[in-house]
Nanobody
Framework: QLQLVESGGGLVQPGGSLRLSCAASGFSLDYYAIAWFRQAPGKEREGVSCTNNRDSRTNYVDSVKGRFTISRDNAKNTVYLQMNSLKPEDTAVYYC?????????????????WGNGTLVTVSS
């Protein structure tokens, strides 16, 4: 069974940091483009970051550039999202998603496999 499981969410104060993990089982992440999405209450799901499979190039939505970093550890079959300088507007459920092959920007319609999400709350 192909599965993605997110972890690492929680409550953090503004300016704080969290590292999210996305662990894959049943398949190897080596051949997949992986993305992080988020969905805040009452808002549409938006792409946060994408890492390509072939060259590990990364992309970020403008609102998180310079604060978030996506990385992958193929040996652990896990993708991470390091989130620094968190703001209240980063509060959302964060999802990881995968699509087989290469994708520079990981459009939401292309992503085939999704995790169940992990909640990040940024509040004082």
């Amino acid at each position: 069974q192909l599965q993605l499981v997110e972890s690492g969410g929680g409550l953090v104060q503004p300016g704080g940091s969290l590292r999210l993990s996305c662990a894959a089982s049943g398949f190897s992440l080596d051949y997949y483009a992986i993305a992080w999405f988020r969905q805040a209450p009452g808002k549409e799901r938006e792409g946060v970051s994408c890492t390509n499979n072939r060259d590990s190039r990364t992309n970020y939505v403008d609102s998180v550039k310079g604060r978030f970093t996506i990385s992958r550890d193929n040996a652990k079959n896990t993708v991470y999202l390091q989130m620094n300088s968190l703001k209240p507007e980063d509060t959302a459920v964060y999802y990881c998603a995968a699509t087989y092959g290469s994708s520079r920007y990981c459009p939401i319609g292309l992503m085939k496999l999704w995790g169940n999400g992990t909640l990040v709350t940024v509040s004082s």
